[in-house]
C-alpha cells in the first residue's frame, strides 16, 4: 500500500497545476482521461466553470478556520479526481481553499484513470467513486479518508437510489442544485474530521 502511495505521489501534481492542466485540455477540446467523448468534455466545460466560481466564492466556516489553525504537523491531502466529474467540481475547490490555510497541509491532486492502482485501494461500495481525498502524515501513513460527496449528498444518492434504482439525469441536475444552495458547508463539516 505504501508503495502504492508513494508512487502517486511522485506523479502528484499541485491544484494550481491541475486547474492549468484542465484548462490546457479544454483549450483542445479534450477532457481528463483515456476515453474522450463529446459528453466528458461537456461536463468538463462545466465542471471548469464551477470550479472558477467556486475558487472565488467558497468561504469557510469560523469553526473550519479555528481547526484549519491547529493542524501542527505536516499533511499531505492526495486527491483523486477527473475534471468530468461534477462531486469533484463542487468539492475540490472547499478542499483547496481548507489547504491553503495552514502550510502544513499539502493539497496533491492525481488522476484516477492514470492512478487506478491507488484508487482500488480506497474504493466506495467496490466502486472507483471520486474525489477520493486520501489525508497521510508525515510518514505517508493514512491517516483517514473522505469521498466521493458529503453526508447530505451521500443520503441524497442512496435514498434516489433505493426508490429509483439508479441515478439519472434528473437526479444529478438536483443534487448540483443542492451544492449550489449549500456552498460548499457540508463539506467543510465532514472535513473538520481531518483537521487533526
Not at 55 to 83: H, M
Amino acid at each position: 500500500m505504501k508503495k502504492i502511495i508513494e508512487n502517486s505521489l511522485e506523479k502528484a501534481i499541485s491544484y494550481g497545476a491541475y486547474r492549468d492542466l484542465i484548462k490546457d485540455l479544454l483549450d483542445a477540446g479534450k477532457s481528463t482521461g483515456p476515453n474522450q467523448s463529446d459528453d466528458l468534455l461537456n461536463y468538463s466545460l462545466l465542471n471548469d466553470k464551477r470550479m472558477k466560481r467556486l475558487d472565488k466564492t467558497i468561504k469557510l466556516s469560523d469553526e473550519v478556520l479555528v481547526k484549519v489553525k491547529d493542524v501542527n504537523e505536516p499533511q499531505t491531502w492526495l486527491v483523486l479526481t477527473e475534471g468530468w466529474c461534477g462531486d469533484a467540481a463542487q468539492n475540490l475547490p472547499v478542499i483547496n481553499k481548507i489547504a491553503e490555510e495552514n502550510s502544513n497541509i499539502q493539497l496533491k491532486v492525481v488522476l484516477r484513470d492514470e492512478n487506478l492502482p491507488l484508487m482500488d485501494a480506497f474504493l466506495t461500495n467496490g466502486g472507483r467513486a471520486i474525489p477520493k481525498l486520501i489525508a497521510l502524515d508525515k510518514n505517508n501513513e493514512v491517516i483517514d479518508t473522505w469521498g466521493p460527496r458529503p453526508d447530505v449528498a451521500t443520503k441524497m444518492v442512496n435514498n434516489y437510489k433505493k426508490e429509483h434504482g439508479a441515478l439519472d439525469a434528473n437526479f444529478k441536475e438536483s443534487l448540483q442544485v443542492w451544492y449550489n444552495k449549500n456552498k460548499g458547508l457540508n463539506v467543510q463539516e465532514n472535513l473538520i474530521s481531518l483537521l487533526k
